[in-house]
């Protein structure tokens, strides 16, 4: 079956860096986007990021643009998101979700998503 | 920005509709999302008004101009539950509503 399973979160300084990954299994992974979606304790959804299929084209949000970078390796079937110059406003639940199609503007859309992964700035 | 209403109640059987309002609504691109405390978000509609299979058939989506509507119809205790609309366009990318807590009385 479809699973995404996130990791790597954890407490952190302000102005340090994290790494989270995403393994994918249970479908062809290169057929899908992937995109990382957080939720602040208590607070809606924010979509952070996304990588296309081939890894070549990434979208970010205006409030991690320069910060994050996506990525994703297709051989191991695992997307990242580095995190660094985080904020305590970055605290919160990272989820990683796939999108099958990614590269259509009426058919993208977040059709699995993982547990999650709890990302803690404070000092 | 999406907006949609902060709550809504419902007694168990009845219709529950949730509208989500803003420009980037329109062009079959609205999904709807639920998400029930401590889990990740599921999706229950996609392009406006279709529903992955598994998704109760109580489930069902409708745009009209730049306002999506999720019609929850029979609803029942275990919808209790958070709901997000999201949509994508060019200027914003992807973007969620402001999500609605639907409270089964």
């Known amino acids: 079956q479809v699973q995404l399973v996130e990791s790597g979160g954890g407490v952190v300084q302000p102005g340090r860096s994290l790494r989270l990954s995403c393994a994918a299994s249970?479908?062809?992974?290169?057929?899908?986007?992937i995109h990382w979606v957080r939720q602040a304790p208590g607070k809606g959804l924010e979509w952070v990021a996304v990588?296309?299929?081939?890894?070549?084209?990434?979208y970010y949000a205006d409030s991690v643009k320069g910060r994050f970078t996506i990525s994703r390796d297709n051989s191991r079937n695992t997307a990242h998101l580095q995190m660094n110059s985080l904020r305590v406003d970055d605290t919160a639940m990272y989820f990683c979700?796939?999108?099958?199609?990614?590269?259509?503007?009426?058919?993208?859309?977040?059709?699995?998503w993982g547990q999650g992964t709890l990302v803690t700035v404070s000092s | 920005e999406l907006t949609q209403p902060p709550s809504v109640s419902v007694s168990p059987g009845q219709t529950v509709t949730i509208p989500c309002s803003g420009e980037t609504v329109g062009d079959q691109n609205a999904c709807w999302y639920q998400q029930k405390p401590g889990q990740s978000p599921v999706m229950i509609i996609y392009?406006?008004?279709k529903r992955p299979s598994g998704i109760p058939d109580r489930f069902s989506g409708s745009t009209s101009g730049n306002t999506a509507t999720l019609t929850i119809r029979g609803t029942q205790p275990m919808d209790e539950a958070d709901y997000y609309c999201q949509a994508w366009d060019s200027t914003t990318a992807w973007v969620f509503g402001t999500g609605t807590k639907v409270t089964v009385l």
């Open positions: 249970g479908f062809t992974f290169s057929s899908y986007g």
């Open positions: 979700a796939r999108d099958p199609e990614v590269h259509d503007s009426s058919g993208t859309r977040f059709d699995s």
């Open positions: 990588i296309w299929n081939d890894g070549v084209n990434k």
């Open positions: 392009q406006d008004s």
